[in-house]
């Protein structure tokens, strides 16, 4: 399915932007702990507090960014994959009808580890020609 390469793509360059921007908001905490921990001497009990409290809320915002950019990311991917399942899935029943079929198997990922080649028939090159169509 030439629509799958395409929204791979889009969602690798989705994920792309979300990694470049916790690497930036990483390497903003590391430059900050780094003054900190220059400056974490000279300083007043009153600003080593304030600085402690400014970091830990930068790590907890980091952390919570993460969080959320997974989720997005999982979301985006199921709303760009829904209609290519869409697809396959009315391309796997139409041929299922087609060929009085009581199922298909899905062998992706070793799912069925064994199956006699006698006792069904493999419906791959029919399911590809209609998705072609």
């Given at each position: 399915?030439p629509?799958?390469?395409?929204?791979?793509?889009?969602?690798?360059?989705?994920?792309?932007?979300y990694?470049?921007?916790?690497t930036?908001?990483?390497e903003?905490f590391?430059?900050?702990?780094?003054q900190f921990?220059?400056g974490?001497?000279?300083?007043?009990?009153?600003?080593?507090?304030?600085r402690q409290?400014?970091?830990?809320?930068?790590m907890?915002?980091?952390?919570?960014?993460?969080?959320?950019?997974?989720?997005?990311?999982?979301?985006?991917?199921?709303?760009?994959?829904?209609p290519?399942?869409?697809k396959l899935?009315?391309?796997?029943?139409?041929v299922?009808f087609?060929?009085?079929v009581?199922f298909?198997?899905?062998?992706?990922?070793?799912?069925?580890?064994?199956?006699?080649?006698?006792?069904?028939?493999?419906?791959?090159?029919?399911v590809?020609?209609?998705?072609?169509e």
């Amino acid at each position: 399915m030439p629509e799958y390469a395409l929204v791979q793509k889009q969602l690798a360059d989705l994920r792309a932007q979300y990694e470049a921007e916790a690497t930036r908001a990483e390497e903003d905490f590391n430059t900050k702990y780094e003054q900190f921990l220059d400056g974490q001497r000279d300083f007043p009990q009153t600003i080593l507090q304030k600085r402690q409290t400014e970091l830990q809320e930068l790590m907890e915002r980091n952390i919570a960014f993460k969080a959320e950019g997974r989720r997005q990311l999982a979301a985006a991917e199921q709303e760009a994959m829904a209609p290519l399942h869409q697809k396959l899935s009315n391309a796997l029943q139409s041929v299922g009808f087609l060929r009085a079929v009581a199922f298909i198997i899905n062998t992706d990922q070793n799912a069925c580890p064994f199956i006699n080649p006698e006792m069904g028939i493999d419906v791959t090159e029919d399911v590809l020609n209609l998705l072609k169509e």
